[in-house]
C-alpha cells in the first residue's frame, strides 16, 4: 500500500471526505476517474489520488502538469443548491489554510489559485454533473505542486513554485493531503454561512485593490478588482466609474499594480 494511503488511513479524522479513497500510480486525470465513480453513485467524500497524471487539467480548458512529487487529487461532493457557488471559496480557503499552516505566506488569485510570492503554487478545478438541469454532484480537483523544482519544466518554470522550494525541504505529500481534507470538510459544513467563508475568500485575495485585465473567451476588460459579490463574483471598477460583474475568466495584473 503506497505510503500516502497508509498515512491518511491512520490520520485522517474526517466524517466523509477521504474517507473512501481510491489511490492510482498513474491516472490520465483523477477529475476522470472521480466523474466515473460519482455517476456510478460515489458517495459524498469519495476521494482519488494520483501518483501522477498523464493529461490532468486545469481551468479554460489548459494543462495542468502532474509529476510525482506533487498532489493531485478530487474530490466528490453533492452540494445543495445554495453550496455550489461557495465551492471554489472553499477549494481555494482549503489550500490556502493548508499552506499557511505551514508557515508559509500565501495568497488567492480570483477565483481559486493559490500563489506565493505571486507564483502559483495551486491549480483548482470544478466541474459538476447534471440531472435535470440539478447539479447532482460537484467534483473538486486540486494539484499542488509540493516536492519537485518547478525551474525544471519549461511550460511553468515562468510562474510556479512549489512547497519544498518555499520551505527547502521535502514534506509527506499525505500530510499536505491530509490537511486539505480536514480543511475542505470544516468549510463545507459551514456553507449554510455564506458570508463568512466569502469574507475570508476576500480578505485572503491578492486580486483585490489591483489594476487588473480579465479574458472570458474573445473578450477582455481592464479595470480596478473592488470587491467579491455575495454570489462569489469579482466585481471590477471601470474607468467610467461603473462596476461590472466578471461570472467567469482568467485574471491578470496590470503592470504597477503588484503582483
Not at 24 to 50: C, F, H, M, N, Y
Not at 52 to 65: A, D, E, F, K, V
Not at 171 to 200: D, F, H, N
Request: aromatic share 6%.
Amino acid at each position: 500500500m503506497p505510503d500516502i494511503v497508509n498515512y491518511l488511513k491512520n490520520n485522517l479524522a474526517t466524517g466523509f471526505i477521504g474517507r473512501e479513497l481510491h489511490y492510482l500510480p498513474v491516472a490520465s486525470s483523477t477529475q476522470d476517474v472521480a466523474r466515473d465513480l460519482a455517476e456510478k453513485g460515489a458517495p459524498e467524500g469519495t476521494a482519488v489520488i494520483a501518483g501522477r497524471q498523464q493529461s490532468g487539467r486545469g481551468r479554460l480548458g489548459r494543462t495542468w502538469l502532474s509529476p510525482e512529487g506533487g498532489l493531485a487529487t478530487s474530490v466528490v461532493l453533492r452540494p445543495a443548491m445554495p453550496a455550489v457557488h461557495l465551492l471554489p471559496a472553499i477549494s481555494a480557503l482549503a489550500v490556502l489554510r493548508t499552506v499557511r499552516g505551514l508557515g508559509i505566506g500565501a495568497g488567492i488569485k480570483w477565483p481559486n489559485d493559490v500563489l506565493i510570492n505571486g507564483r502559483k503554487v495551486c491549480g483548482i478545478l470544478i466541474e459538476h454533473g447534471l440531472a435535470g438541469g440539478i447539479v447532482s454532484y460537484s467534483i473538486i480537483g486540486i494539484g499542488i505542486n509540493i516536492n519537485f523544482d518547478t525551474g525544471l519544466y519549461p511550460e511553468i518554470a515562468g510562474f510556479a513554485t512549489s512547497l519544498s522550494l518555499q520551505l527547502g525541504y521535502e514534506l509527506p505529500v499525505g500530510r499536505v493531503a491530509l490537511s486539505v481534507y480536514t480543511e475542505l470538510e470544516a468549510l463545507y459544513l459551514q456553507a449554510e454561512k455564506p458570508a463568512a467563508i466569502i469574507s475570508e475568500w476576500a480578505a485572503s485575495m491578492d486580486t483585490l485593490g489591483r489594476r487588473v485585465k480579465v479574458q472570458s473567451g474573445n473578450s477582455t476588460v481592464e479595470g480596478v478588482a473592488e470587491t467579491i459579490s455575495g454570489s462569489g463574483h469579482l466585481l471590477l471598477r471601470m474607468d467610467d466609474g461603473s462596476l461590472q460583474e466578471i461570472l467567469a475568466g482568467d485574471v491578470s495584473p496590470m503592470p504597477g499594480s503588484g503582483q
